[in-house]
């Protein structure tokens, strides 16, 4: 026989179903977990005894615990099924055996286990409103805006539109400048040149240049052109001072 001591703490509680046969004496769960370890056999258990026993506990459980009482009942049925498999005729189609049976209640009873802990866990922590209280002034949340975009076609065509001319590559447009030429220089020089007064350079240029850079070319094309007609002998250049007006005046 297997035995096992229990307090007289153990048998006041209700809430464990403890089976007192002659190949066994302990809580059903204990029951199951030693069939499925092989260390107990099944066939030796009386059926009737057990369902007698818990009848007796589902009296005793009835008013406080019928929550558990239930538990225990399907773990009998378990148990009643796996003792007549056990003694019926082994079947090649039959399902698992019996310790394959027995090791699945086994986990279904150790998943319970672990359900009770956590009920059991979950109870004694700090309920609001017993234990702690939340603050009594409110918090205001935080207000989030998403934005909503309707999608039409013109829109999106516009957009397309103005992010293609950005990408569009610029055109650099240079001013068109006029620039004189030499043999202008010289008609204008030889044209407008009369009398023997020495006159400044700058003052045969023509009137309408209106950029400085036409204005520098005319210049220097005026100088080119002078110094071709003094070279020639029909007109003389005069400069009193390094970087001083250029005068001119016709040969008398």
Do not use: C
Not at 174 to 194: C, E, G, Y
């Amino acid at each position: 026989m297997v035995a096992l001591g229990q307090s007289e703490a153990a048998k006041s509680d209700v809430s464990a179903f403890v089976v007192a046969l002659d190949e066994f004496e302990g809580p059903l769960d204990l029951l199951l977990e030693l069939a499925r370890a092989q260390k107990l056999d099944l066939k030796k258990i009386s059926l009737v005894a057990l369902a007698d026993q818990y009848l007796d506990y589902l009296k005793a459980a009835r008013a406080k615990q019928l929550e558990i009482a239930a538990e225990y009942l399907v773990m009998a049925a378990w148990l009643a099924y796996l003792k007549s498999q056990l003694l019926l005729p082994r079947d090649a189609n039959a399902d698992p055996d019996a310790a394959t049976m027995a090791e699945a209640l086994a986990a279904r009873l150790r998943a319970l286990e672990a359900i009770r802990h956590a009920a059991l866990w979950l109870e004694e922590r700090a309920a609001l409103g017993t234990a702690r209280f939340a603050r009594g002034a409110e918090e205001p949340l935080p207000k989030e805006t998403v934005p909503v975009f309707v999608a039409e076609l013109g829109a999106l065509l516009r957009a397309y539109g103005v992010t293609a001319k950005r990408q569009e590559v610029a055109r650099i447009r240079l001013p068109r400048h006029r620039f004189m030429t030499v043999d202008v220089a010289l008609a204008r020089l030889s044209q407008l040149l009369t009398g023997s007064d020495w006159r400044e350079l700058r003052s045969f240029l023509p009137p309408e240049l209106a950029s400085a850079v036409e204005r520098r070319a005319a210049v220097a094309t005026s100088l080119v052109a002078s110094l071709e007609l003094a070279r020639s002998g029909e007109i003389e250049l005069l400069q009193q001072q390094a970087f001083g007006p250029i005068l001119v005046r016709r040969r008398p």
